[in-house]
């Protein structure tokens, strides 16, 4: 299982962000997907799921109306759009799949929203 991040960066309050995960290792279309971010001195927290199929998506309350989960099959890939950014959004942001009793998670990419 392979999971890489893109897409993060330093924005001011009220920004916007996409990031991206593209996966390989196990078959991406049959499969639910997770973003999760660590915030500094923070346990890392589930923030997005999007189901296999793309017709299902769950948020933790804090970014609900801001972020937008969405993927691309074809493109073996789940995005993360966040809007309306506020500085307690930031945090390392890591794309996961759960696989029988197994998490997996990428490298992360870096979220830093600051005036």
């Known amino acids: 299982v392979q999971l890489v991040e893109s897409g993060g960066g330093l924005v001011q309050p009220g920004g916007s962000l996409r990031l991206s995960c593209v996966a390989s290792?196990?078959?991406?279309?049959?499969?639910?997907m997770s973003w999760y971010r660590q915030r500094p001195d923070k346990e890392r927290e589930l923030v997005a799921t999007?189901?296999?199929?793309?017709?299902?998506?769950d948020y933790v309350d804090s970014v609900k109306g801001r972020f937008t989960i969405s993927r691309d099959n074809a493109k073996n890939t789940v995005y993360l759009q966040m809007n309306s950014l506020k500085p307690e959004d930031t945090a390392v942001y890591y794309c996961?799949?759960?696989?029988?009793?197994?998490?997996?998670w990428g490298q992360g990419t870096q979220v830093t929203v600051s005036s």
């Open positions: 996961g799949v759960r696989i029988l009793w197994q998490i997996y």
């Open positions: 999007i189901s296999s199929a793309g017709s299902s998506t």
């Open positions: 290792g196990f078959t991406f279309s049959s499969i639910a």
